[in-house]
């Protein structure tokens, strides 16, 4: 069985421009769950992903955006970077009936 | 809307003693919640949920609907037990989607 796997695992983006981070969720699992967790705070809801669909979004602006694949794995994307979006971004899998939430390792963001 | 609090950032104690950690919620309806834990240069896990009432590394933790609280407690800490610690909720009231609070490290000194 294998786990939540993201990448990259860190990269540098100057202000304005734009992100694409990757995820691939737990074998078996359909749902898909972005956070962005600032330095010392706890992780913060993004969007959430079941079956290709967003279902769930957290108080992000819509320069935030996502996608989920056919296989599950997922895109999480980021227009117009602000400096404020330096964070590591957490992918979350799960059985979206129960609440067995894995986590990836993150993505750490810094805009420049 | 629901919101997770921990009110304690940082808990330092000596290995054998005891260490609770404060968890309190607001949340409408019947909630899940969660400890999540993070060792250092790990990723964050799933340490236990209150819906399966068990012990896990010796932590235990219950709800309290009438108080609002979720607090996690270990009746001797040791030194690997050193970590960030998140409390969290979810629900189908909030999309099953996972609501954490700030954290709290817990140091456990020799």
């Known amino acids: 069985e294998t786990g939540v796997t993201q990448s990259p695992t860190h990269l540098i983006k100057t202000r304005g421009q734009q992100v694409t981070l990757r995820c691939s969720s737990q074998?078996?699992?359909?749902?898909v769950s972005w956070y962005q967790q600032a330095l010392g705070q706890g992780p913060q809801f993004i969007f959430q992903?079941?079956?290709?669909?967003?279902?769930g979004r957290g108080n992000f602006p819509p320069r935030f955006s996502g996608l989920q694949f056919p296989n599950y794995s997922s895109e999480l994307n980021v227009n117009a970077l602000e400096l404020d979006d330096s964070a590591l971004y957490l992918c979350?899998?799960?059985?979206?009936?129960?609440?067995?939430?894995?986590f990836g390792s993150g993505t750490r963001l810094t805009v420049v | 809307a629901q919101r997770v609090t921990q009110p304690e950032k940082l808990l330092s104690v000596f290995k054998g003693a005891p260490v609770e950690l404060k968890c309190n919620y607001s949340?409408?309806?019947?909630?899940?919640l969660f400890w999540y834990v993070q060792y250092s240069r790990q990723r964050l896990q799933l340490l236990l949920r209150?819906?399966s009432r068990e012990s896990i590394k010796g932590f235990t933790a219950d709800l309290n609907k009438g108080e609002t609280s979720f607090h996690l407690k270990k009746p001797f800490a040791q030194e690997e037990d050193s970590a960030m610690y998140y409390c969290?909720?979810?629900?189908?009231?909030?999309?099953?989607?996972?609501?954490f609070g700030g954290g709290t490290r817990v140091l456990v000194k020799p």
């Open positions: 979350a899998s799960s059985l979206i009936q129960n609440y067995g939430y894995t």
């Open positions: 074998s078996g699992h359909n749902t």
């Open positions: 992903y079941y079956r290709e669909e967003e279902n």
């Open positions: 949340y409408s309806g019947s909630p899940e």
């Open positions: 209150h819906i």
């Open positions: 969290a909720l979810s629900g189908q009231a909030a999309g099953n989607k996972l609501t």
